[in-house]
């Protein structure tokens, strides 16, 4: 009998944009990157060049693949990267605040507010199928780089609804169980190739903390 491979994986939120400071929906927009931003993927590289790292991956959007930049060039790898990774489209909320959403689809954001898997913002993407590419992508990488440390910078909602079908809780719980996810933070799993769930390691760790 041989025993089960598993990978770890370092999942981590890209840097601070142009809309986090009044919390505006980014999804599927293209948002840039603020200086501070920029500042943490300095700070995520320099973790990097030391933790060990086999690959990097990125989501698409250039908010996560800017960030993930820095750290393959540190870690000495090539930066790949996986569509499925992108965030949550949150269709006519894109760009706008929880207060916005309020006052033009004051039902629709309650529901959301009340079991946001079950009710995603008008014309967003259903949180279930979003988990489903997500987590996808997520093994696809494990079984590519099996005993590795991999490094993947993508997005808060599509990281929380990831680790709740990855441990095996509701996707409705995401807002709940992980309320928030920082900036260049790392959340770090391990995943068996046998093994439907994951075991996590840490969560939303500073990069300051980390020793």
Request: aromatic share 6%; charged share 25%; proline share 5%.
């Amino acid at each position: 009998m041989t025993d089960a491979r598993a990978a770890t994986l370092v999942l981590v939120r890209h840097g601070e944009t142009v809309w986090h400071a009044e919390n505006r929906y980014a999804g599927i927009s293209d948002v840039e990157l603020t200086p501070r931003g920029h500042e943490q993927a300095r700070q995520l590289a320099g973790w990097a060049a030391g933790a060990g790292l086999s690959a990097v991956w990125a989501s698409t959007l250039s908010r996560a693949q800017i960030t993930a930049g820095a750290s393959a060039e540190a870690a000495g790898v090539r930066l790949r990267v996986d569509e499925r990774l992108r965030e949550l489209d949150f269709g006519q909320a894109e760009g706008l605040t929880a207060r916005e959403m309020r006052a033009r689809f004051p039902e629709a954001r309650a529901a959301f507010e009340a079991d946001p898997g079950a009710n995603p913002l008008p014309g967003g993407e259903d949180p279930a199928a979003a988990a489903d590419r997500f987590t996808a992508a997520l093994r696809d990488i494990a079984a590519a780089d099996p005993d590795g440390r991999v490094l993947v910078v993508a997005h808060t909602t599509a990281i929380r609804i990831a680790l709740c079908r990855l441990v095996g809780v509701p996707l409705g719980e995401y807002r709940r169980l992980f309320p928030r996810l920082d900036n260049c933070a790392l959340t770090e799993l391990r995943l068996r190739d046998d093994a439907p769930r994951a075991a996590i390691l840490q969560y939303n760790t500073p990069i300051g903390a980390v020793r």
